[in-house]
């Protein structure tokens, strides 16, 4: 599976951006994406997912309200559309891949997008 990112950029603080993902090759029917980020020096944490379980997006406390998760009806496209930004959203923000599960956790990711580079100023 290859996932591909699109949509990062620069914005105001305040502003909003959406962010898609595209996934190629063979999924399993359990197959679920989600959203990391990493800001620079700090460790990659999770954004927002969406469970195999019960197909229902998750978002992490610092975004909750703010980001919304939108799944393609195939499940081979993500969109996170993000509104009020904060100049502490800055970060790349990374599309995950998991066969199964939450995708709320590194250890669970199969797959990884390449990065898409979102900056806020004030």
């Known amino acids: 599976v290859q996932l591909v990112e699109s949509g990062g950029g620069s914005v105001q603080a ?5 962010l898609s993902c595209a996934a190629s090759g063979y999924i399993y ?14 460790g990659r944490e999770w954004v927002a997912s969406i469970s195999s379980a019960d197909g229902m997006p998750s978002y992490s406390d610092s975004v909750k309200g703010r980001f919304t998760l939108r799944q393609g009806n195939d499940k081979k496209t993500l969109y996170l559309q993000m509104t009020t930004l904060k100049p502490e959203d800055t970060a790349m923000y990374y599309c995950a891949g998991c066969d199964i599960g939450v995708c709320s956790v590194i250890p669970d ?13 004030q």
């Open 14 to 18: 305040g502003g909003s951006l959406t």
């Open 109 to 121: 990711v199969n797959y990884w997008g390449h990065g898409a580079q979102v900056t806020v100023s």
């Open 29 to 42: 029917r359990t197959f679920v994406m989600g959203w990391f980020r990493q800001a620079p020096g700090q």
